[in-house]
């Protein structure tokens, strides 16, 4: 089945420690995102890759890092930098309609908790 | 630039009744539009989209009419159930976006028994 993977589901890490979370996708999408998501409040980009070896910084990109060297993997690191990492962080790819729009599919996403 | 604007939540309705959720934009293009749902703990799933003026989504009983006129695309459903309890997130894309979908703050909606 063809699909986005974020692994693990649940994550812990201790303050001060770096973590990356891991998004795969075999949809054969260009463009991929990492947005995070805090109790109660809707999406905030965080990064986002049009192409692999390129990626642009969201709105809320400080604290964090991408790489994109293939075109299925899009990791997120969590930096200790991060000054309040705990939260619920969704990755997504997505097609272009051929209309200039990108409909977006999403994977289960990963809670992370920093105690 | 481009936004989204959805009503607040949560709306509580009872098993049964019409549901309206509202969803106003603002672009500078030609956008399409799209309503995703989120069970709790899980990621966004589409749940219906339009690509032009007029155009009509529907999906599991939900419907969403594309109005250029008055840059919306309203959600409804004829009779919800408890299982449609989630959370609700308008958006919409457009070339001017920069492959950037721009967000709704996300409605969340509670069915009562």
């Known amino acids: 089945d063809g699909g986005i993977t974020q692994s693990p589901k649940y994550l812990f890490r201790k303050e001060g420690q770096n973590v990356t979370l891991s998004c795969e996708q075999n949809?054969?999408?260009?463009?991929m995102y990492w947005y995070r998501q805090d109790p109660g409040q809707g999406l905030r980009l965080i990064y986002y890759?049009?192409?692999?070896?390129?990626?642009q910084k969201g709105d809320i990109a400080e604290g964090y890092s991408v790489s994109r060297e293939k075109k299925e993997s899009f990791p997120l690191t969590v930096t200790s930098a991060q000054k309040n990492p705990t939260a619920f962080y969704l990755c997504?790819?997505?097609?272009?309609?051929?209309?200039?729009?990108?409909?977006?599919?999403f994977g289960q996403g990963t809670r992370l908790t920093v105690v | 630039g481009d936004s989204v604007t959805q009503m607040e939540g949560p709306v509580t309705l009872s098993e049964e009744a019409f549901l309206t959720i509202n969803c106003t934009y603002t672009?500078?293009?030609?956008?399409?539009l799209f309503w995703y749902v989120q069970y709790p703990g899980e990621g966004l799933q589409l749940l219906l989209k339009?690509?032009?003026a007029d155009d009509k989504g529907s999906n599991k009983g939900f419907e969403a009419t594309y109005r250029k006129e008055t840059t919306s695309f309203h959600l409804e459903k004829g009779s919800v159930q408890v299982s449609d309890s989630a959370v609700y997130f308008c958006?919409?894309?457009?070339?001017?976006?920069?492959?950037?979908?721009?967000w709704g703050a996300g409605t969340k909606l509670i069915i009562k028994p």
């Open positions: 997504a790819s997505s097609i272009d309609l051929g209309v200039g729009a990108q409909e977006a599919f």
């Open positions: 949809l054969n999408h260009d463009a």
């Open positions: 890759s049009q192409i692999v070896n390129d990626f």
């Open positions: 672009a500078t293009g030609y956008p399409s």
């Open positions: 339009a690509t032009k």
């Open positions: 958006a919409l894309s457009e070339g001017d976006s920069n492959y950037q979908l721009i």
